[in-house]
């Protein structure tokens, strides 16, 4: 309800005075309405509930008697205790105040607009939309870009055609001839405008739209496409309830990464509505190549187009309700049935799903994801092609109606303390550091300092060597090598604080330096700080699942792992 308009009112004003044109939905005033409106004066009240457009001077009058109704919307949601001559005075603002936002509030209303002034022809004309006074200031922003763009656009035809003077002065005539008509037939004027005015029918339909779904895609004077979303509303139209905000989109959207995947919400044909004409074909030329296995680098590659690209098109179809982002569906994606999942016996996607599987209960296939769950897990090498993609499939919709969600693993590097194994750990750096101050001692078979050196690192983990093959021969025996790999591993440990230092040497697979040195270069580039998923570090730093799985679970002493969702992701519907 915060979202619809309760009202859309074309306005204008030129040197022979202000009018309201038009008026949607159509409503007739009571005479007790008009009445109070005319002989009321301003309660005390009255002012205090009223805030005044910027540098607009309205008269005082008009301004109390509109604030003495305390509420000026009705049961059933129409406007109430304000006539056409009140609007007509409030929104027909100067010219100083013309191409910028205008806002008015009076009790639980508030009026947004951006007037416009048509130069070539010497008018003002504001497009004002009635929205309740909570709607939140994205709600309000949104409306203040469509009325902009409805006068930019009628501003176009205007010096095209000189479409908006013929609309208006139609407009004006109709009015007239029932106002001489009027004891004669009660026929409200803007039915008749309705009728016979396209430009009426426009601003009709884009209040409806607005109401019904929150989109537009409309033409004007069957020549300039217009389109629109009204976030806010569009997407209530997958999950119910919710409100999601254009800020949640833009940092949903400035996290896309070219290993996300795209899932379409909607049938391709329905996609067309959401673009311009001119838009279509690159769109067209994107969903040709779609698949939600695939990733946005292999969609681009396909369709030979540049990533960015891709972006712009994914953001567009996100921001109108058409798709959501996801990671491709593979078999190691986890996923958990989301908390409000509207799962009940009298839930419409029940009915839903058996249409769309027949044969398949929702409850019993949402029941294998009631703990986090891969899909690896549910399926064995045994089973037919045909039921993996049946399962896929099952997935995909789930999470079009936001049944499920995906976890991502995080890591988070974080030593623990303990006393005694920390002394321990540097009585044997002091002895290793010792050993090599003593430059001129030597073992009995001649080693160096050094050689000393390498023997006591070594026999910190001697019986727990890392199971990563190293690059030379296990039986290589010289002592140079070990010397050589010692030194290195000294200088990856010199990477962290020294109590950092002391827990990593515990772990038996630091003294591997091929294990030691990747787990450096991951934490160097901040991948350890619970920020980054699996995911974008394979992806970004050219891993194995399997070579990143390995390496973590070696570290495992320091490093903590867990799931949950991608933030920017889970903003949306959060």
């Not at 009571?30 to 309205?58: H, L, R, Y």
């Not at 005075?89 to 100067?94: E, M, N, P, Q, Y």
């Not at 045994?382 to 997935?395: D, F, I, T, Y």
Request: with cysteine; hydrophobic share 40%.
């Amino acid at each position: 309800m915060e979202a619809s308009p309760i009202a859309t009112i074309l306005v204008k004003s030129d040197s022979k005075g202000d009018r309201l044109l038009f008026r949607f939905p159509i409503q007739k005033s009571t005479e007790d309405e008009q009445q109070k409106q005319s002989v009321t004066p301003a309660s005390p009240f009255s002012m205090a509930n009223i805030s005044q457009p910027t540098n607009q001077k309205v008269d005082d009058d008009v301004l109390s008697s509109a604030a003495s109704f305390r509420s000026n919307v009705s049961a059933d949601g129409l406007l109430k205790g304000l006539n056409d001559e009140v609007l007509s005075t409030l929104f027909a603002v100067k010219s100083e105040l013309c191409n910028r936002k205008f806002e008015l509030k009076i009790n639980d209303l508030r009026f947004v607009g951006y007037p416009t002034l048509i130069q070539s022809s010497k008018y003002m004309i504001n497009i004002v939309f009635a929205l309740y006074a909570q709607a939140s200031y994205s709600i309000v922003k949104c409306y203040y870009e469509l009325s902009k763009r409805l006068g930019s656009a009628l501003t176009f035809e205007e010096k095209r055609c000189e479409y908006l003077s013929k609309e208006m002065a139609l407009m004006l005539k109709i009015h007239d001839a029932v106002e001489q008509e009027k004891d004669i037939t009660k026929e409200c004027a803007f039915t008749r405008i309705i009728d016979e005015s396209t430009l009426a029918q426009c601003l009709k339909d884009v209040h409806l739209e607005l109401c019904n779904s929150g989109l537009l895609n409309i033409t004007i004077n069957q020549s300039l496409t217009l389109c629109f979303c009204l976030p806010q509303k569009a997407h209530q139209f997958h999950k119910p309830g919710s409100m999601v905000e254009p800020e949640a989109i833009d940092k949903c959207l400035n996290s896309l990464k070219p290993y996300h995947g795209m899932l379409l919400l909607v049938d391709p044909i329905d996609l067309l509505d959401c673009i311009p004409p001119c838009g279509a074909r690159i769109l067209l030329q994107l969903i040709e190549v779609y698949n939600p296995l695939k990733s946005l680098q292999n969609m681009a590659s396909d369709a030979e187009m540049l990533i960015e690209h891709v972006y712009t098109l994914v953001g567009h179809l996100v921001y109108w309700a058409k798709a959501i982002v996801i990671y491709p569906l593979c078999e190691s994606n986890v996923y958990v049935t989301t908390p409000d999942a509207p799962l009940h016996t009298n839930s419409v996607l029940v009915e839903k799903f058996a249409a769309k599987f027949p044969g398949m209960s929702l409850f019993e296939v949402i029941s294998d994801f009631s703990l986090p769950t891969s899909i690896g897990h549910l399926t064995t090498p045994l089973q037919h092609p045909s039921r993996q993609g049946r399962l896929a499939e099952m997935v995909l919709w789930m999470l079009k109606h936001h049944l499920l969600m995906q976890l991502h693993t995080y890591v988070q590097f974080m030593t623990t303390s303990d006393e005694f194994d920390e002394e321990l750990a540097r009585d044997k750096c002091r002895a290793i550091e010792s050993a090599e101050r003593d430059t001129n001692s030597n073992n009995t078979n001649g080693h160096s300092a050094e050689t000393i050196s390498s023997d006591l690192m070594l026999q910190l983990s001697s019986s727990h060597r890392s199971t990563y093959s190293p690059s030379l021969p296990v039986d290589f025996d010289d002592d140079c090598i070990e010397i050589d790999e010692n030194e290195r591993i000294k200088k990856l440990l010199e990477n962290f604080e020294e109590h950092d230092r002391i827990a990593i040497s515990k772990v038996p697979a630091a003294s591997n330096v091929e294990d030691l040195t990747l787990m450096v270069k991951l934490w160097q580039k901040g991948y350890f700080k619970g920020e980054d998923h699996l995911e974008e570090i394979i992806y970004f730093e050219n891993l194995r699942r399997s070579q990143l799985l390995q390496l973590l679970d070696k570290f495992r002493d320091v490093l903590i792992m867990y799931e949950t969702e991608d933030p920017a992701i889970a903003s949306l519907y959060s």
